[in-house]
């Protein structure tokens, strides 16, 4: 296995030309161009004919996040605006608690004009929910890293925080759109399928199926399933490190039903395709949650989680479905309808896949781990596809055209 600490970010690297990032999405969620890419041989197709390119019997997983209205605006006394971008929960740590929190709750996040906002300084906004006025305020509890502690409170205070942020917050458009949020964006940067609030970005290889396409997976015989990845800010932090070592992965909560589980365990030879990069950390970190529970048994193991290096430092071997059938036991022993943990896996050129056979993703940024992942999955034949998508003027990122990839 190859020594992904030791890769150096600037080798995957390309010229992305500022006109070819999609700065608004099609009329048309299923227009979207599809690069093929199956033995080498890529070919091009319109997205709307996925099903034709998939083996029926196939199992795709979606992720059902939903991105939340993140960002929330306030404005001192003295006028000046303050931008706050809330990123990862922190008191309480569980995203979808976090969502159901009423009166108060604490959330790491960015703050623009940190500096003009004095430490003491509550700052306060009146908004309406459902009809009632409700004041929100904002103070500074101290710093997380790179980021801000913000407590919110608001009275009354019988409304949860998922509430609060739909009421009065923006969605928070990647930063390389480099443009304000729009009624375009409300509908255009959620997946027809989306049903957690969590996210803070799109899980965007979904933004391209439509109900009619859908509706073709179902009369080919190709099946379904849904995971929930809550996708971080930290999907957008560039590696400033110059080798792969210096660079920590951000850590995303993860939700998974135990049916999903039974099936995957119980699967025999069965093609699994992940829709997006957030559906394939996840599909893979359940491998590396049941190796654990294979490798120390009788360990009470409360929260899964995977850390960023695991699968490169452990050198026991064991069997995928040996693994998956000991998540589904513990799963069953414990009355565990869904697990529920954290990953921080990162997956680079010398990871070994366990369990996706094909991937849809969009087209990524140079020098980011998620082209470190596409370059894992497809090998040395990445530079290819991009190579290919470049000259034929392809749309790039999150409202950009989309691939399918098979290993």
Sequence with gaps: MNEPKRIRI??????????????????????????????????????????????????????????????LEFFRSTGGRIEIFCTEP????????LMQQEESCTVKCLVGNLKKWKAGEVLEKKIFVAGSEILLRAERAGEAGELQRIRFSWSPGTVSFSQIVEACGLLPLPPYMNREASAEDDERYQTIYAQHNGSVAAPTA???????????????????????????????????????????????EVSV??????????????????????????????????????????????????????????????????ALRALHDWMTENNKETLTGSTSLLIAPGYD?????????????????????????????????????????????SYGDSSLLFR
């Design 10 to 71: 600037s080798d995957f690297s390309y010229d992305l030309p500022e006109d070819r990032i999609a700065q608004h999405p099609l009329p048309d969620r299923d227009a979207s161009r599809l690069l093929v890419c199956r033995d080498g041989i890529i070919t091009e197709r319109v997205f709307r004919d996925i099903a034709a390119e998939l083996p029926a019997e196939m199992l795709l997983v979606f992720n059902d996040t939903r991105v939340i209205r993140a960002r």
């Design 90 to 97: 922190d008191t309480p740590a569980d995203v979808q608690q």
């Design 206 to 252: 979904g933004l391209h199926f439509t109900e009619h396409v859908l509706e073709e997976l179902r009369r080919k015989n190709i099946h379904t399933a849904q995971v929930t990845l809550h996708v971080g800010a930290g999907t957008f932090r560039p590696v400033k490190s110059e080798t792969m070592s210096g660079h920590d992965m951000h850590r995303e």
């Design 257 to 322: 039903s135990h049916a999903l589980v039974k099936k995957l365990a119980e699967a025999r030879g069965g093609t699994v395709c992940a829709v997006g990069t957030t559906a394939l950390r996840t599909l893979e970190s359940l491998y590396w949650f049941g190796k654990k529970l294979v490798l120390f048994p009788g360990k009470h193991l409360g929260e899964m989680q995977v850390g960023q290096w695991e699968p490169y430092e452990q050198n026991a071997d064991v069997p995928v479905p040996v």
């Design 353 to 397: 896949f366990k369990i996706v056979h094909a991937l849809i993703t969009n087209f990524h940024q140079p020098q980011s781990t998620l082209l470190l992942l596409v370059a894992a999955f497809a090998g040395n034949r990445y530079r290819d596809i991009y190579d290919y998508a470049l000259a034929r003027e392809f749309r790039f990122l």
